[in-house]
């Protein structure tokens, strides 16, 4: 029983130690001129889905949840905001060359017709990123309108 109570000691301490480690926060107050909403004329319905489903993850300005600042799930949305930019970032759009935008496009074709995006541990918690099949056809419409004119 004692040791039952150390440990439980050691784990709540852990537990408020790490608390204030603190995490880098993906936020800007400014749409870069290089953003894919700019460059292209994006439809309105399409740029409100995108927002919702992509944005956080995918751009350089993340709309936290409220449990952002509790360790360790702020380490996990850093990591896959991390790893979600670094696949594809929204903003940066302008700056991709033809043959990496045409290949970034051709893998969100690819990624909402296989469902793998936006992924299940975000639209578990973001039920409003969950995409209908009217959303994904019609952003999928837009994307391969927008790759044949590259």
Same mark, same amino acid.
């Given at each position: 029983?004692?040791?039952?109570?150390?440990?439980?000691?050691?784990?709540?301490?852990?537990?408020?130690?790490?608390?204030?480690?603190?995490?880098?926060?993906?936020?800007?107050?400014?749409?870069?001129?290089?953003?894919?909403?700019?460059?292209?004329?994006?439809?309105?319905?399409?740029?409100?889905?995108?927002?919702?489903?992509?944005?956080?993850?995918?751009?350089?300005?993340?709309?936290?949840?409220?449990?952002?600042?509790?360790?360790?799930?702020?380490?996990?949305?850093?990591? *896959?905001?991390?790893?979600?930019?670094? /696949?594809?970032?929204?903003? =940066?759009?302008?700056?991709?060359?033809?043959?990496? !935008? %045409? #290949?970034?496009?051709?893998?969100?074709?690819?990624?909402?017709?296989?469902?793998?995006?936006?992924?299940?541990?975000?639209?578990?918690? *973001?039920?409003?990123?969950?995409?209908? /099949?009217?959303?994904?056809? =019609?952003?999928?419409?837009?994307?391969?309108?927008? !790759? %044949? #004119?590259?």
């Amino acid at each position: 029983m004692k040791i039952l109570k150390i440990t439980a000691l050691v784990l709540l301490v852990a537990f408020v130690g790490i608390q204030f480690i603190p995490t880098n926060r993906n936020q800007s107050d400014t749409v870069p001129k290089t953003d894919f909403m700019l460059v292209n004329n994006v439809p309105a319905s399409v740029q409100n889905t995108l927002q919702e489903s992509c944005y956080d993850c995918h751009s350089n300005n993340t709309a936290y949840p409220w449990y952002n600042k509790t360790q360790p799930a702020a380490w996990f949305l850093e990591d *896959h905001i991390k790893e979600g930019k670094a /696949e594809l970032n929204f903003n =940066e759009w302008s700056e991709y060359s033809d043959r990496r !935008k %045409n #290949s970034k496009l051709r893998s969100i074709i690819s990624q909402i017709e296989d469902e793998e995006m936006p992924l299940d541990s975000y639209t578990f918690i *973001h039920r409003d990123a969950k995409l209908s /099949e009217e959303e994904k056809a =019609e952003i999928l419409q837009f994307i391969k309108q927008l !790759k %044949n #004119s590259l």
